[in-house]
Every structure is written in structure tokens, then in C-alpha cells.
T-cell receptor, first 113, second 116 residues
Framework: GESVGLHLPTLSVQEGDNSIINCAYS??????FIWYKQESGKGPQFIID?????DKRQGQRVTVLLNKTVKHLSLQIAATQPGDSAVYFCAENSAHYGQNFVFGPGTRLSVLP | GAVVSQHPSRVICKSGTSVKIECRSLDFQATTMFWYRQFPKQSLMLMAT?????????EQGVEKDKFLINHASLTLSTLTVTSAHPEDSSFYICSARTSGNTDTQYFGPGTRLTVL
């Protein structure tokens, strides 16, 4: 289930199930989005990106969906594995932010055996 | 993919000393590098944007005289935390943009700074 902790929302899923991590972004003018995975004590790792002229993009075991109407981004991970346990951040980019990326609060994914 | 390195990965220093952190793009040239700070269980907060050959642009609330940034070449940016205090203890992460304004940012592995 999904719960909100003191700082990071947490999503717990059973190994082998699909995971869906959600992100509400801030600026309707944002035109480029990236999902990053961050393991404990490490820097963020690029997973997948999507531009605003698309609403879906697929990678290896991951799919990103973009709903510009409600400013919502999601990351779907198929057949979740223990190695997927990490914190996942969405990041949005727009001219409004000076072409910098602004990061969401993050979601901790815990994969249960 | 593009590789970004940071050095050191972990540093412990005494209060009042200065610490320099290096960020290098290993297999590409980065006209723009970014420095972030991350506290435990929190998201990344952008501190400054570093452009090669020019002064860094600092985010609101970040003291430019305390966090000195130098971007001397297309593959190297440094962050110096001057007169460090315990409240500066944090995880500092750099990233580099390959080219253009909306290209992907690749992150370094981060530097854990502990100020005693």
C-alpha cells in the first residue's frame, strides 16, 4: 500500500508485481520530464525521460505516462524486483525555471519478498 | 550513458575549515553543471548553476561567499564550502548537462560532508 511518512511517501509492493509511482508536477509550461532512481548513499540515476509532445514512453521494464491536463506524471515498473528498491524522483524542466530541473519530493519504493 | 564523477565521496572535517569538492564529466563536455544539496529523506535542492568560464548563478538563500563555485573547464566544476559548520553537513551532488537547454542531466555519485 501507499503511505505518507514524515518526509517521503512510501510504496510497498510484492516482488513480481507491477509498481506505479505518481508525481504531480508544478508548472503547466514544463516541457521535459525525467524520472530518476536514487539508492541510499548514491547520486540519482537516470531512468527514463519524456517530452511534452508525448503522453507515453516505454523503456526496458519501465513506462512513463504524462497527463498534461492534470499535470501528472507516472512511472510504471513491470515485474518489480528487489533491486528496484530505491527512492524515485520526478523532475520537470521549463523555461520558467530557467531551464533548470525542479525535483519532486520523491517516493520510496520497497519491494517485499 | 554520460558519466559524472565526484571527489571525494566522503569527507569529515573540523568546524571552521574549508572543503573542496570536485565534479567531472568523464566522457562529454558540460557547458553547464549544477550543484545540489540533499538532506536525509528529502529531495534535491538546487544550490547553483555553474557555466564554464562565467560566474555561477546561485539560488535564493544560498550564500555565494560561503559556497564558492569554479567552473574552469568544460569537464570540471568545483564547490568549496568555506568555514564549514556542522549545519553544512549534508550530501552534495553535482550534475552535468550534455548540451542544449533541455538535454538530460546526469548526476555524480555525491559527496557526503560531515562537519564536526
Amino acid at each position: 500500500g501507499e503511505s505518507v511518512g514524515l518526509h517521503l511517501p512510501t510504496l510497498s509492493v510484492q516482488e513480481g508485481d507491477n509498481s506505479i509511482i505518481n508525481c504531480a508536477y508544478s508548472n503547466s509550461a514544463s516541457d521535459y520530464f525525467i524520472w530518476y532512481k536514487q539508492e541510499s548513499g548514491k547520486g540519482p540515476q537516470f531512468i527514463i525521460d519524456i517530452r511534452s509532445n508525448m503522453d507515453k514512453r516505454q523503456g526496458q521494464r519501465v513506462t512513463v505516462l504524462l497527463n498534461k491536463t492534470v499535470k501528472h506524471l507516472s512511472l510504471q515498473i513491470a515485474a518489480t524486483q528487489p533491486g528496484d528498491s530505491a527512492v524515485y524522483f520526478c523532475a520537470e524542466n521549463s523555461a520558467h525555471y530557467g531551464q533548470n530541473f525542479v525535483f519532486g519530493p520523491g517516493t520510496r519504493l520497497s519491494v517485499l519478498p | 550513458g554520460a558519466v559524472v564523477s565526484q571527489h571525494p565521496s566522503r569527507v569529515i572535517c573540523k568546524s571552521g575549515t574549508s572543503v573542496k569538492i570536485e565534479c567531472r564529466s568523464l566522457d562529454f563536455q558540460a557547458t553547464t553543471m549544477f550543484w545540489y544539496r540533499q538532506f536525509p529523506k528529502q529531495s534535491l535542492m538546487l544550490m547553483a548553476t555553474s557555466n564554464e568560464g562565467s560566474k555561477a548563478t546561485y539560488e535564493q538563500g544560498v550564500e555565494k561567499d560561503k559556497f564558492l563555485i569554479n567552473h574552469a573547464s568544460l569537464t570540471l566544476s568545483t564547490l568549496t564550502v568555506t568555514s564549514a559548520h556542522p549545519e553544512d553537513s549534508s550530501f552534495y551532488i553535482c550534475s552535468a548537462r550534455t548540451s542544449g537547454n533541455t538535454d538530460t542531466q546526469y548526476f555524480g555519485p555525491g559527496t557526503r560532508l560531515t562537519v564536526l
